[in-house]
């Protein structure tokens, strides 16, 4: 291949704060005070808090360098399967940064609000139509939330029936997220294997579908990036005997504007803001994970809800079948406009393309890595593809050293060993945000890292090396983790 991106440079070091600091030093000039100096541990410890004490240089260059060790969407390619990991419009961020959404206050009266709760509820709807839902409620802070939260629903509609279930139905191709979400709400999974082309039969789901059974979750497109193309059928097993179907819809920006849910059988779904509607992952939050419903299930949604009261829009706590309060206030407000942006920036036509590119080019690294890597399931894929290590066995070159290797090539890895029907796994995503170019690159990369399996397996063994951290001791990390913080 060509110069690869990853190179080596001038990454420096950096202590602790408290390290760096020295007794005096300051960076920022208080204003004068009106009232009298009260220490902090006044009564406490008779001695000051443990705050270094910095200059306005040393805090910058704290950060910048800080800064310098991060990877994420605006440094590179991140193609980690099964998060979605696209570029997020700097449009998005400017409108969430509006004084008038950004300073906001949940405890201000309704009369003061309205511009807030109208946003609201109009990206309410607009999530309700791309789904092919009824309802929507924006409080769930995450996807794992959203689950819960589909799971509470399920549970409440059938206790309303007076007929309450202990078994949820989970394929093997679903999120890992799937099975622990029923847990919570001490439903039992009942695992389902896929069938030789990497999804849900009829008959499977037939042979364990009862009276006791809550309804099934279904992540699709799958975690092997394939679409359950039995949906419809499954859908009606599963009403047929009373149950609900769960749609897991982490995966929803393969099929925006091409599918919609609701019309397939799909009763409750969650969405992730942070994924498919393009606002960022943010090291572990705020995320917004929204819950849509059919009719059925509108009763149960979680409060308050956002309703319109002849020319005001209001906060309702008037729901007596609701499941509660799932987060305070509303929800993740500065995420929701992000997303509210981002669809009204793109459109109809325009969601529905980047949903389209996706899909072409996971399809292209598909089509590019076949016969390089061992391609699990061999037939057109949505927005990933899953290979695995099975050629590289001769080599004793696994998965995890490949994917070392990639981020001295200047790239992220891919998700790996995951999902588990794939022994070795490498999931891919590339995501509509990524250009054939930087794409041609990746694989290019790829192919470099196959070759030195072959050729000089000590360079992959031994990956990374151009990184500010070496090789780690994964078998120790795993037996003896750190947990001090």
Known sequence: MKEPLGMTGLVLNEPLLWEKGKRGRSGFSLPRRDVAPSPLDAGLTGEGPDFPDLSEVDVVRHYTR???????????????????MKYNPKTNERQASLPGLAGAHPLLPTNLQQGALKLISELEQYLAEITGMDAVTLQPAAGAQGELTGMLLMHAYHQSKGSPRSKIIVPDTAHGTNPASAALCKYRPVPVKSNEQGILTVDAVLEVMDDDTAGIMVTNPNTLGLFEENIKEIAEVVHSKGGLVYGDGANMNAVMGIVRMGDIGVDVMHLNLHKTFSTPHGGGGPGSGPVCVKSHLEPFLPVPRVIKKKDQYILSDDLPDSIGKLH????????????????????????????????????????????????AYDRPCMHECVFSD????????????????????????????????????????????????????????????????????????????????????????ARRPCLAG
């Open 328 to 375: 305070a206030f509303y929800g993740n407000f500065g995420v929701m406009v992000k997303s509210y942006n981002y669809i009204r920036s793109m459109g109809p036509e325009d969601l529905k393309k980047a949903s389209q590119l996706a899909v072409l080019n996971a399809n292209y690294v598909k089509e590019m890595l076949c016969g390089v890597l061992h391609l």
């Open 66 to 84: 800080l800064s310098t060790w991060n990877f994420g969407v605006d440094t590179g390619m991140y193609p980690l399967g099964s998060c979605t």
């Open 390 to 477: 099975r050629f590289q066995k001769e080599q004793k070159i696994t998965t995890l050293e490949m994917a070392k290797r990639l981020m001295d090539y200047g790239f992220h890895p891919p998700t790996i060993y995951f999902p588990l029907v794939v022994n070795g796994a490498i999931m891919i995503e590339p995501t509509e945000t990524e250009s054939k170019e930087n794409i041609d690159e990746f694989i290019d990369a790829v192919k470099s890292i196959v070759n030195e399996a072959k050729e000089a397996p000590e360079l992959v063994r031994e990956a990374p090396k151009k990184c500010k951290a070496k090789r780690m001791d994964e078998t120790a990390a």
